[in-house]
T-cell receptor, first 110, second 111 residues
Framework: GNSVTQMEGPVTLSEEAFLTINCTYTATGYPSLFWYVQYPGEGLQLLLKATKADDKGSNKGFEATYRKETTSFHLEKGSVQVSDSAVYFCALSNFNKFYFGSGTKLNVKP | DGGITQSPKYLFRKEGQNVTLSCEQNLNHDAMYWYRQDPGQGLRLIYYSQIVNDFQKGDIAEGYSVSREKKESFPLTVTSAQKNPTAFYLC??????????FGPGTRLTVL
């Protein structure tokens, strides 16, 4: 079947620290992979995506690489800001269905 | 300006009442979805529709109903059969097999 597993939070970092949020997936075929961000009281916003193996998605300093050999799509950012505090969801799309991870809360302290 | 709108932003329901949450999109997307989110939790799929006049149950459809009479609209009714409806409800739309676009959400509280 299809599923997404991401690291449990909360993740607490100081400003300018390096961020990694792990995401692994199980899927048949060739899924597309996504990272979404949710700020308090709001809907989800697409952060980045990758549609095939070895693709790197990037946006606003965040990056993730579609690794088929390790079935992973880890989110990274070199230097986090307080404004990056939010909940991050990893997701996959396969055969017209979407599957979300459980979300990882990121707290960035000044 | 294309996007998804949900209304109202906040909704209060008395015990035994049905309430309807609105979701409209002008992105010309075929697929639309309803999710429920409880505090500190992930998303759970309630219903989805891939074409007008057709929809399928998601993982937690009991106590909810939907209609898809127009491509742009996918309203969700929370019926009195839903015993614990207090939650944040999110609507989304997509081109099939591509990214989902989300609305701002409706927070439903049972009084």
């Amino acid at each position: 079947g299809n599923s997404v597993t991401q690291m449990e939070g909360p993740v607490t970092l100081s400003e300018e620290a390096f961020l990694t949020i792990n995401c692994t997936y199980t899927a048949t075929g060739y899924p597309s992979l996504f990272w979404y961000v949710q700020y308090p009281g709001e809907g989800l916003q697409l952060l980045l995506k990758a549609t095939k193996a070895d693709d790197k998605g990037s946006n606003k300093g965040f990056e993730a690489t579609y690794r088929k050999e390790t079935t992973s799509f880890h989110l990274e950012k070199g230097s986090v800001q307080v404004s990056d505090s939010a909940v991050y969801f990893c997701a996959l799309s396969n055969f017209n269905k979407f599957y979300f991870g459980s979300g990882t809360k990121l707290n960035v302290k000044p | 300006d294309g996007g998804i709108t949900q209304s109202p932003k906040y909704l209060f329901r008395k015990e035994g009442q049905n309430v309807t949450l609105s979701c409209e999109q002008n992105l010309n997307h075929d697929a639309m979805y309803w999710y429920r989110q409880d505090p500190g939790q992930g998303l759970r799929l309630i219903y989805y529709s891939q074409i007008v006049n057709d929809f399928q149950k998601g993982d937690i459809a009991e106590g909810y109903s939907v209609s898809r009479e127009k491509k742009e609209s996918f309203p969700l009714t929370v019926t009195s059969a839903q015993k614990n409806p207090t939650a944040f409800y999110l609507c989304a739309s997509s081109i099939l097999n591509d990214e989902q676009f989300f609305g701002p959400g409706t927070r439903l509280t049972v009084l």
